[in-house]
């Protein structure tokens, strides 16, 4: 039974979730002073270091540390820590919001790993587990407790599944990396459809629970997930045995049978549920459930025990102006909380960069208009909550101020990009950089047309999906080709997806086309489309759907072929870069895990 004085619980402070142990930080501290001196073999400290979110880049002696915001929660203290990171420990001096709703810091030096955990633990965060094949962050819905249309609040009841699966025995080796999310509305809003394991809110003769749904994913062979059990209930914790179940099911029968982690590419639970079907998945969790262990209770009330959200006092209105854009920003950016008089704002965040600066100054304007609370979520950008409907256009102008002001949250201009090939190893195409100067493309095109809007642009600079093109109604994957002996940055373009809220078909490869004429591709997909669409109200979705995907193949073949060297050598060279471009992979450490492995019982 988990209590109240289990390490699992943390204190009870705003934005506490997961807790950090300070010994086992100290145990990493003393393992990578092993390692550096030849003390520690490499393959078993690599897979510990995985497992405390430390995962190297293709850079030597640098990594990449990712810090675990279940559900996206964040407070003004926990910011100051993270600027306090970037400032001493990121390379970069900015930190990195991730479609999974985490923070990454890159270029941190491991020596100084150790001390960065610290200070995330210190304002209660944590790195632990947020890579390795264990169950990574939890996403949730940034509007969970403030939305008009949730079924219930569903955060407490996935801060007790992550606290019940952190440094939890079962789930520590599993056969490869495990994406939970919690939806709170009946549209799915968090998108467990394309989770490995996905819960959506119900209520049945009064009762809470959750429908689960498993195997969905993305990158290779991009699958919808199943419905294997349809009412779990709540507040007796029945949700998180199930989840317990197919956990165990997965551990047992995920990769290949002995003591070898070996099959790691095939070794998501997509596979797993492709290959046996749903039926015999559904048998697997009912009998995993008559076992011994599902018999032991949940200290309920200490797993689910948080401090509420509130709003804090209106601030007086200062009587300056509103800035450039405000009624635009609030139209695209702003939604009314379920509570009289309250609203959030989605800030938008570009690439989900964020400066030392800029920590500071977005902890700040959380004290004074949220009562410091937000959110993060999967387009990269933060959700400010319980903002007074009097102090919007204040808060506006002050995001403004520290270039955080830009209308269209959730729309064409923004942009979703993962890191790219300027930190990972596994990376093509500098997908940052990339998605940047689409931005600024979407912008000077200044569509007008409500549907084209509605349209997202997501770029991954390699199949993974980092930057979850598979979910954009315009995808961007990097790729290469050559000419002669140089080589071409491309991009696979994908289209046709349905984006997060209840996602039932994936975007689909159309073609490739040069990184730089990456926007001239996409304007011509939007001409195409606005000349051939049933109506006006047709949606990109829609008009792919009755049309195909390969309609675009012929209008793109223009963008794919470039010049020579001495006509256009621009083309050769990738976005945020002067130099030629060369495709230069390393060996990822996602899929980390050859080694033997003793299975819990």
């Known amino acids: 039974m988990v209590t109240s004085q289990n390490p699992k619980i943390p204190e009870m402070k705003p934005g506490y979730i997961l807790r950090a142990d300070f010994d086992e930080i100290d145990e990493f501290e003393e393992r990578a002073k092993k390692f550096r001196i030849g003390d520690e073999d490499p393959t078993t400290f690599q897979l510990y270091r995985l497992s405390r979110g430390t995962y190297g880049q293709r850079q030597e002696n640098n990594q990449m540390m990712r810090i675990k915001l279940p559900a996206g929660v964040v407070t003004a203290d926990q910011m100051e820590a993270l600027a306090e990171v970037s400032e001493k420990y990121s390379g970069l001096h900015r930190g990195h919001i991730t479609t999974r709703e985490n923070f990454q810091f890159h270029f941190v030096n491991l020596d100084d790993a ?10 209660g965060l944590t790195s632990r587990e947020a890579c390795a094949h264990t169950v990574r962050n939890i996403t ?40 939970t999310s919690f939806s709170n509305c009946p549209n799915d809003c968090a998108g467990s459809n394309f ?19 498993v195997g969905g994913g993305t990158s290779t062979m991009p699958r919808i997930a199943d419905n294997v059990w349809d009412f779990a209930e709540a507040d007796n914790g029945e949700y998180i045995r199930v989840a317990e179940a197919v956990l165990r099911i997965f551990d047992r029968e995920g990769d290949l049978p002995g003591l070898l982690r070996k ?17 015999a998945f559904k048998e697997m969790i009912h009998e995993e459930l008559k076992k011994d262990w599902a018999k032991e209770p949940y200290d309920m009330d200490a797993l689910m025990a948080l401090v509420p959200e509130e709003a804090g006092p209106v601030v007086p209105d200062d009587g300056k102006p509103a800035a450039d854009g405000f009624e635009r920003w609030r139209w695209t950016n702003v939604k009314k909380q379920k509570q009289d008089g309250l609203y959030s704002a989605d800030v938008t965040i570009p690439m989900g960069n964020i400066s030392t600066e800029q920590f500071h100054q977005i902890a700040a ?10 959110r993060t979520n999967p387009q990269q950008n933060i959700v400010f909550r319980w903002v ?13 101020e520290i270039g955080f002001g830009t209308a269209e949250a959730g729309m064409l201009a923004d942009v979703v990009a993962c890191p790219g090939a300027d930190s990972c190893k596994l990376a093509i195409t500098s997908s940052n950089q990339g998605g940047y100067q689409m931005r600024e493309e979407m912008i000077k095109f200044d ?35 050559k000419v002669g002996k140089l080589e071409v940055p491309c991009y696979d373009v994908f289209v046709g997806g349905e984006g997060y809220q209840g996602i039932n078909a994936y975007a689909t490869r159309v073609t490739r086309v040069s990184a730089k004429k990456a926007h001239l591709a996409i304007d011509k997909i939007f001409s195409v489309y606005t000349a051939e669409r049933s109506s006006d109200t047709e949606s990109f979705a829609d008009y792919v759907k009755r049309v195909g995907p390969k309609r675009f193949e012929e209008p793109l073949e223009e963008f794919k072929w470039v010049g020579s060297l001495a006509d256009e050598p621009e083309m050769y060279m990738d976005w945020g870069h002067d130099d030629m471009f060369e495709v230069i992979r390393g060996e990822g450490e996602c899929a980390a895990g050859e080694v033997p492995l003793i299975r819990t019982p």
Do not use: W
């Open 114 to 123: 150790a001390e960065v955990m610290r200070i995330i633990g210190r304002a």
């Open 447 to 481: 569509y007008k047309d409500p549907e084209v809007l509605k349209v997202n642009v997501k770029i991954s600079g390699c199949p993974n999906g980092c930057g979850q093109h598979h979910m954009a109604g315009i995808g961007l994957q990097g790729s290469s080709y």
């Open 388 to 400: 007074h409907e009097a102090n919007l256009k204040m808060l506006h102008r002050e995001l403004t």
């Open 140 to 179: 949730g819905c940034p509007y969970a407790g403030i939305a008009p249309e949730e079924v219930f609040d569903t955060t407490p009841y996935l801060a007790a599944y992550g606290r019940n699966m952190l440094r939890n025995p079962i789930c520590q080796r599993l056969p490869r990396k495990f994406k």
């Open 365 to 374: 304007l959380l004290r004074k208009y949220c009562n410091g609370y937000a």
């Open 195 to 213: 989770h490995d394991l996905g819960f959506i809110a119900k209520i049945q003769n009064g009762v809470k629970g959750f429908e689960l749904r």
């Open 263 to 279: 099959n790691l590419n095939k070794a998501r639970i997509k596979f797993l549920l492709h290959k046996i079907g749903v039926d």
